[in-house]
């Protein structure tokens, strides 16, 4: 997995494209991209990157890939991008009024555990409704 698999995402291609320039994309952006990024990236690559934001040291990426891989976050949905898109300066999704933009389920292929995940915690969620 590859940038140019991250790049078939508009949100990703953006924040790939600030950090480039070594933009600072905000807590929430950083999170974001570390969320999506450490399926496609391999971990000192994900630091590499992280660590172009002006803000972010290199112990704070270490940290924080860290986390994303201890927790195994799955990717966030667009609806928590755009909830936390408000909570900072820097816009994580591009082009939030289309309702296509900043879906990564939609523009990426995750590894297939990342699905099986998301299964599993509905039909646990369904399990805890019906009792």
Known sequence: MTLKELRKSEMMAHLL???????????????????????????AALIEWLQKDRDFSEADAKALVLQV???????????????????????????SDDPDACNVYRDLKFPGHVYDHISDYYEHKAEQSTQ
């Not at 480039?20 to 990236?41: C, P, Q, S």
């Not at 201890?70 to 408000?86: A, F």
């Open 69 to 95: 891989q201890g927790k195994d976050y799955n990717p966030p949905k667009r609806d928590r991008i755009l909830e936390w898109q408000q909570q900072q300066e820097f816009p994580i999704c591009p082009n």
């Open 17 to 43: 494209d600030a950090l480039e320039k070594g933009k600072d994309i905000g807590h929430y952006g950083r999170l974001t991209f570390a969320m999506v990024a450490h399926h496609f990236l391999e971990e």
